[in-house]
């Protein structure tokens, strides 16, 4: 309990009576009581109010800080030995209120300061229609007005052009594709979104070509949702097998479970609640679920439409900054066609694809070369370096009012006359893989009737390649100091006593992941029949076929070739595999082999030859 010093409370009504009934001090210039309380609550001033100085010589003389202090220095020369520890308590509990007293102040203050700014940014921003006669989100508004107009489309007719333009195109020349075919043909809209699911999935960081058979025999085996979400994982695992990222596959299935067990087998119908209500779909797929199954006109942005937008608009800075990635959804919401709003998605994703591709894009090939910034530029620069048309150009640019503007490249990155089109977008600088070495083991078992077999176990069902089989493997130091060792342990950890004689070094396979930069290196052991082993829970032995058809990596079918001693070189599915083999293992191709045999000298065995040969 605070002790009770009368004096001090005396003195504490004195001071603040100043502040509360109208005490003058030299420093206020004689305001009275009303005007003296406006100041302390940080009011606004009329126009006879007192000058800046004034005011603040005020609030500095008549703040519950200062005041504390005066009060503090005054009992600290009145107050006798005796009672210093009262008079210490009293002062903690007097700086205490007027610490206080400020922090309301200032939270009061900056309440009110962001008050003002929301009412006067509501009041100032209208929410100006789209073509299509939607309201803008508030938010594009107040983006698109601190972007330079260099960088938007002028007014809707250019906006129509561009979507007249593109649709013609890609009613033309889009490609026959399995996806596009059954969400066309099918009536079933939770069959149609379903469809348009699948093949969005498989599409992300894959290309066409790969996910064609991938598509048909995914819809041949589980055509429906409910088909899928009664399979196992391992069945999706290993028809997903060699497709990469193979988290989608799993997540697929979760949301084809959650539509199944909680949504009454129905898809969600818009972006947003796609988006909320399904696990691992992003913005991305939501809206392209979105406006191909249910026509909702909603844009997207995947690399093919940054790529498009980015050369259509000039748009240099970096497209994986916040900024850039805001804009580019604010031009693909703008330029969707309401009536339609899915074909013109797949539409400037095709365009990507086809015609504005990363390097040597084919711009005499595309419908919306008229209103290309990026070509426009071209041209300015060929222009401007031929002596044939010197001086300047009417060809417009980007000019903001101040300073570099944030959607132009940086000054550090000039333009290079050799790329054209494809000094946009700029390439983001990535990190390097980290990179991880792991010896792994082919042990293969012998058996009196039938194929050997080799030992697979399964990874975690979380992290890389989750829930895949894989040979036996243990991460160790790029160095390869005790390798061996720390294998043969691990070997036995799964399959009991073995032979640490056996085990031989065979070559190694480097994989890139998204991340990770992979060594394998590659050891076999082949057991004698006699051996017995042992096979714990999440462990199995498979055939050489079974092995083919089981739910595996691509890095551990690279890594069986090198113990069969296949031919090695990268893998044509895969440039980012490498397969390397000791040289005293390698074996010649044919065509090495009918060199080699045309180049050696033939020896005949019998007489008759070599008579024959004489002659």
């Known amino acids: ?135 803008k989100p508030q938010e594009e508004v107040v983006l698109q007005a601190s972007v330079s107009p260099y960088h938007l489309f002028r007014d809707a007719a250019e906006v129509t052009v561009f979507r007249e333009n593109l649709l013609s195109w890609y009613d033309q020349e889009k490609r026959d594709l399995p996806w596009r075919r059954r969400a066309k043909g099918e009536v079933d809209l939770d069959r149609r979104a379903y469809a348009v699911w699948v093949s969005e999935v498989m599409l992300q960081q ?91 006109a909603t844009g997207v942005v995947d690399g093919n439409v940054v790529r498009v937008l980015c050369r259509v608009r000039a748009i240099g800075a970096d497209a994986s900054s916040t900024l850039v990635s805001q804009q580019l959804w604010s031009l693909a919401q703008q330029l969707v066609d309401p009536a339609r709003p899915g074909d013109f998605n797949q539409a400037a994703m095709e365009l990507g694809a086809t015609v504005c591709t990363p390097q040597h894009p084919l711009c005499s090939q595309c419908p919306v070369q008229s209103l290309c910034r990026a070509h426009q530029r071209v041209e300015r620069e060929q222009l401007l370096t031929s002596q044939s048309l010197p001086g300047s150009l009417d060809v417009e640019e980007c000019a903001p009012n101040t300073g570099q503007c944030q959607l132009c490249a940086p000054p550090t990155e000039p333009w290079d006359q050799t790329l054209g089109v494809a000094n946009f977008p700029r390439k983001a600088s990535r990190r390097p893989p980290r990179e991880e070495c792991s010896a792994i083991c082919v042990l293969e078992q012998p058996r009196a009737l039938g194929d050997a077999r080799i030992l697979l176990v399964q990874r975690p069902n979380s992290g890389l390649l989750a829930g895949l089989w894989e040979f036996p493997s243990v991460t160790v130091a790029p160095s390869g100091q005790c390798q061996r060792k720390a294998l043969l342990q691990e070997l036995r950890s799964w399959a009991g006593p073995l032979p640490a004689s056996h085990l031989q070094h065979l070559g190694q396979v480097v994989h890139t992941f998204s991340h990770i930069k992979l060594t394998y290196q590659v050891y076999g052991l082949a057991l004698e029949e006699q051996t017995p082993v042992t096979t714990p829970s999440g462990a199995r032995w498979l055939t050489r076929e079974e092995f083919h058809t089981a739910a595996v990596s691509t890095a551990m079918k690279k890594v069986f070739r090198v113990y069969e001693g296949q031919q090695p070189g990268t893998c044509k599915s895969s440039r980012r595999s490498q397969v390397s083999i000791p040289a005293s293992r390698k074996r010649p191709s044919p065509g090495q082999q009918t060199l080699d045999g045309f180049f050696q000298p033939h020896i005949p065995t019998d007489a008759s030859s070599l008579n024959s040969a004489a002659q």
């Not at 002790?3 to 409370?9: D, E, G, I, N, Q």
């Not at 609030?59 to 005066?70: D, H, T």
């Not at 997540?251 to 399904?278: D, F, I, N, Y």
């Not at 696990?279 to 406006?291: E, H, K, L, M, Q």
Request: glycine letters at 8%; charged letters at 25%; aromatic letters at 8%.
């Open 1 to 135: 309990m605070t002790p009770r010093v009368p004096r001090l409370s005396i003195l504490w009504v004195r001071s603040t009576s100043a502040w509360s009934f109208g005490a003058t001090d030299s420093c206020s210039g004689g305001w009275g009581p009303a005007l003296a309380s406006r100041v302390a609550d940080g009011s606004d001033f009329r126009s006879d109010r007192p000058d800046r100085a004034q005011k603040s010589r005020f609030r500095a003389r008549w703040s519950p800080l200062a005041i504390a202090g005066r009060l503090a220095a005054r009992v600290a020369r009145t107050t006798p030995p005796s009672k210093r520890r009262a008079r210490d308590a009293a002062w903690e509990a007097i700086m205490k209120k007027a610490r206080a007293a400020v922090e309301r102040r200032c939270r009061k203050q900056a309440s009110s300061q962001a008050g003002r700014k929301k009412h006067a940014l509501g009041s100032s921003q209208a929410k100006p229609s789209t073509s299509d006669g939607l309201a």
């Open 206 to 296: 894959t290309q066409v070509a790969t996910v064609i058979n991938y598509y048909t025999r995914w819809m041949q085996k589980w055509p429906t949702l409910q088909d899928l979400a009664s399979a196992s994982l391992e069945e999706v695992n290993q028809l997903w097998a060699g497709l990469g990222y193979y988290s989608r596959g799993r997540r697929l299935q979760e949301g084809a479970r959650k539509v199944v067990e909680e949504l009454g087998g129905h898809v969600p119908r818009t972006a947003e609640t796609l988006q909320r209500l399904l696990p691992g779909v992003g913005r991305y797929t939501a809206g392209a679920i979105a406006s191909i199954a249910f026509g909702q």
